[in-house]
């Protein structure tokens, strides 16, 4: 079932920022699977960034929550700034994300997502095809794998400002979501 989710939550973010690469392809695999784990080594820096972020971007309407998997979800800035939402309920929900149980099965979903991406750029559902997906695979595989930063065309198109949180953290968010 997770697999399945998954493949759906592509289509929609394939669909919805068409400058996606194979790297921002990789970047979704990685948090769908993982999460933001790797994120909060220093929390007083972390709460820092975030607060910092949230100045920094402009409030817009939007997507205020896109989900990536069956566990988590891209909770947007901009969106959420534009709401006026307090920023110390996402600092949360992000937090308490962190510092959660990590999922057992976590390494084989990050597999098969991989290989969903593979089969929907060999399907041309993609804004990118096989080749590019398979030369990037190889590149970052062979760098060991990872957390990895959306690639610059998607971060000039898109302009990603969010926060990876587990879906079930969501109701630390106010509720007019």
């Known amino acids: 079932m997770p697999v399945g989710v998954f493949r759906n939550h592509l289509m ?3 669909e919805r920022h068409p400058a996606l690469k194979p790297q921002d392809a990789l970047k979704l695999c990685f948090q769908a699977a993982f999460g933001p784990e790797h994120l909060l080594v220093d929390e007083p820096s972390a709460k820092s960034r975030l607060l910092e972020e949230l100045e920094a971007v402009t409030a817009s309407p939007g997507i205020l929550w896109e989900p990536i998997s069956h566990r988590y ?3 947007n ?29 976590a390494s084989s979903l990050y597999e ?6 593979g089969e929907a750029a ?3 559902i993609l804004p990118f095809g096989t080749a590019d997906w398979q ?3 190889a590149g970052y595989l062979a760098r060991g794998g990872g957390p990895i930063g959306h690639s610059p065309g998607y971060r000039q198109a898109e302009h990603p400002h ?10 630390e968010l106010p509720s007019d979501i």
């Not at 969010?162 to 109701?171: D, K, Q, S």
């Open 112 to 117: 098969a997502y991989l290989d969903i991406v």
């Open 135 to 137: 030369e990037t695979l």
């Open 12 to 14: 929609q973010q394939a």
């Open 73 to 75: 979800a891209r909770v």
């Open 77 to 105: 800035l901009a969106p959420f700034k534009h709401m006026d939402m307090p920023p110390e309920s996402l600092w949360q929900a992000f937090s308490q994300s962190v510092r959660a149980p990590k999922d057992a099965a």
């Open 162 to 171: 969010y926060r990876v949180v587990m879906l079930g953290y969501l109701a």
């Open 122 to 124: 060999r399907l041309g």
